[in-house]
């Protein structure tokens, strides 16, 4: 791991002092120094502190030894392009396949949602989920099914199962299009996405139902972008819906998406 030293060359680089960073942190100065001395772990809080501060995905200051890297990319890296918050070089770490080679679509079922976020880059975990195919869908790209709970995204009903395309690069993330989303902190949500990593490496997530509020959500804090494609769901209109209550309901969705739409023109 090269958290310990990352950290110390990191905070060289940018010509702060211990007390500094442990100032800024709300930590201190003692802590810090345990932390660059190896003399102490830090926990999740504390990593998710530090990606803040120096604009840097956790992966990167735990898996990376940045004393090895060029100075252009450093950086590139302390301008925000890092390659673990661009997505740029993510892959599918996990995934399963058919008995003829092709891709499956994993499902990730209401109850499975913890464990995925614990265990989505893990193929043993993966390969427990139960998982189907769609013809219709591309053979050349990657699918995921993940269940939805709450009513944020109505009139798309609670329980359904939103089918999502892998997204490589979140750069390429489009705006007002629902991304199924997952993140460190709120695990897996399902939202109508702005796109603002260039301009200040966030995303902002919206909900088709208007009472809930817009939320910005850090690119540090992102692990998975799926591309919202369809959905699956058992309830249907009632037999004795009226013709009425149907152009009703769409006229109400249509109303939400193009409120959304103004939102993210202004």
Do not use: C
Not at 59 to 81: A, F, I
Not at 107 to 125: C, I, L, Q, T, W
Not at 226 to 252: D, H
Request: glycine content about 4%; proline content about 4%.
């Amino acid at each position: 791991m090269y958290f310990t030293a990352n950290i110390r060359l990191l905070r060289k680089r940018r010509g702060r002092t211990q007390d500094d960073v442990a100032f800024a942190l709300n930590m201190k100065r003692s802590t810090l120094s345990g932390y660059e001395n190896r003399v102490a772990e830090p926990g999740i809080e504390e990593l998710i502190a530090f990606s803040k501060y120096f604009n840097v995905a956790i992966d990167t200051l735990v898996r990376v030894d940045l004393s090895k890297l060029s100075e252009s990319q450093l950086s590139q890296l302390e301008k925000g392009y890092d390659v673990f918050i661009t997505g740029s070089k993510l892959r599918v770490l996990a995934t399963t396949v058919s008995r003829d080679n092709e891709e499956n679509i994993e499902m990730v079922s209401e109850k499975a949602r913890a464990g995925y976020v614990s265990g989505y880059a893990d193929p043993e975990y993966i390969s427990i989920l139960p998982t189907f195919r769609l013809p219709f869908l591309s053979r050349e790209r990657k699918y995921r099914a993940f269940q939805i709970e709450g009513d944020s995204m109505h009139p798309i009903p609670e329980k359904s199962w939103v089918i999502g395309e892998f997204v490589q690069n979140w750069n390429l993330i489009r705006n007002k299009h629902a991304y199924i989303l997952l993140t460190i902190e709120d695990g897996i949500v399902f939202k109508v996405v702005e796109n603002r990593i260039r301009m200040d490496g966030k995303l902002v997530l919206h909900s088709l139902n208007s009472f809930y509020k817009p939320y910005e959500l850090p690119v540090t804090q992102l692990r998975e972008a799926w591309k919202f494609v369809t959905f699956l769901s058992s309830e249907l209109p009632g037999p004795n819906m009226e013709k009425e209550e149907l152009v009703e309901t769409i006229r109400i969705l249509k109303n939400e998406v193009k409120a959304i739409q103004t939102r993210l023109n202004l």
